[in-house]
């Protein structure tokens, strides 16, 4: 079944406590993608990635990294969590850019 | 990237057509139209795109006006299932771009 699938899909933190969320998909897709969404301001794109080793900031990039050693994997790091990293974070794959993306389910984030 | 601007709310009758706008006035040549939807939290889901002549699929009609600065998605026979966040985007479809939502319409749909 074609999927991307997020890890954790919940998570309480600490400030300043590095974590990782991790993002994989199984269609072979070339780009992809992470976003945030907090209420009343939609999804907002925080890193994207065109291909291996090919990353650029989307809207909201401060505060976090990402890397993508393999076509599958793209992982959103938080170096240093602060609590207005609290949000909903989505990780996305297509083929090309916006055409069709696929997202996974979601992971709820709180930073206290 | 084109900015799009949406309705924040409309609501629609079941068995009705549901019509949301979109407006993309500095939509550039090589820009699609995208729309996706949210239900509840869950990731987003693609549902059609076009570049300037009308698309339809099994899910929805999407109507481009000539000119290329506005858009209408069409939900043929709204259901209550149909009751989502619907996003337009104006984006080429190069990877090297990024990707703007914006916040959405809410569509409701009423028995």
């Known amino acids: 079944e074609a999927q991307v699938t997020q890890n954790p899909r919940y998570l309480i933190t600490v400030t300043g406590k590095k974590l990782t969320v991790t993002c994989s998909q199984n269609?072979?897709?070339?780009?992809m993608s992470w976003y945030r969404q907090d209420p009343g301001l939609g999804l907002r794109q925080i890193y994207y990635s065109m291909n291996v080793e090919v990353t650029d900031k989307g809207d909201v990039p401060e505060g976090y990294k990402v890397s993508r050693k393999e076509k599958r994997n793209f992982p959103l790091i938080l170096e240093s969590p602060s609590p207005n990293q609290t949000s909903l974070y989505f990780c996305?794959?297509?083929?090309?850019?916006?055409?069709?993306?696929?997202f996974g389910p979601g992971t709820r984030l709180l930073v206290l | 990237d084109a900015k799009t601007t949406q309705p924040p709310s409309m609501d629609c009758a079941e068995g009705r057509a549901a019509n949301l706008p979109c407006n993309h006035s500095t939509i550039s040549g090589n820009e699609y139209v995208y729309w996706y939807r949210q239900i509840h939290s869950q990731g987003p889901q693609y549902i059609i795109h076009g570049l300037k002549n009308n698309e339809t699929n099994e899910m929805a009609s999407l109507i481009i006006t000539e000119d290329r600065k506005s858009s209408t998605l069409i939900l043929p026979h709204a259901t209550l299932r149909d009751t989502a966040v619907y996003y337009c985007i104006a984006a080429p479809k190069s990877s090297a771009s990024k990707i703007i939502f914006g916040s959405g319409t809410r569509l409701s749909i009423r028995p």
């Open positions: 269609m072979n897709h070339e780009y």
């Open positions: 996305a794959s297509s083929r090309q850019g916006a055409e069709t993306q696929y």
